[in-house]
């Protein structure tokens, strides 16, 4: 989506110039909070739980149209009421529909279990969030 739109700012929840090969280095990039924390790759499922609130706090009041992409939070972004928000999601790993889901099909069933019910209370707010 960057390619096709090239002057557009890109809002992240965290943002790593060296695992991304520089790719986004002449877009105008606002990270969340949690960037602060120098959450590295491997170790960011641990601060899954600070994601929903640090991307309704990123400052996208200013756009009339977002475009997102993600497999968990940014379907949950503020914009102003008049603005378009499309976002595409796709399921994160290791849940149904994705292509790891098959291996980790038991990781997924424990995790379902536990955190079923509250992220299914987020997704149901967060899902009215988006226009298309």
């Known amino acids: 989506m960057a390619d096709r ?3 557009a700012p890109l809002f992240t929840l ?3 110039e060296a695992g991304t090969k520089s790719r986004f280095a002449e877009h105008s990039i606002t990270t ?3 960037q602060r924390l120098n959450i590295r790759q491997d170790g960011f499922r641990k601060f899954l739980p600070l994601f929903p ?3 309704e706090r990123l400052p996208m009041t200013d756009c009339d149209v977002v475009l997102s992409s993600s497999s968990a939070f940014a379907h949950g972004a503020q914009t102003r009421t008049d603005a ?3 976002c595409t999601a796709t399921p994160p790993c290791g849940m149904p529909g994705s292509s790891r889901s098959a291996r980790s099909r038991r990781s997924s069933l424990c995790c379902g279990q536990c955190c079923a019910p509250p992220s299914r209370a987020v997704d149901r707010g967060t899902a009215r969030c988006p226009s298309a």
């Open 84 to 86: 378009i928000h499309v």
């Open 5 to 7: 739109f090239p002057d």
């Open 32 to 34: 969340s909070y949690p």
């Open 14 to 16: 965290l943002y790593d």
């Open 53 to 55: 609130g640090a991307i």
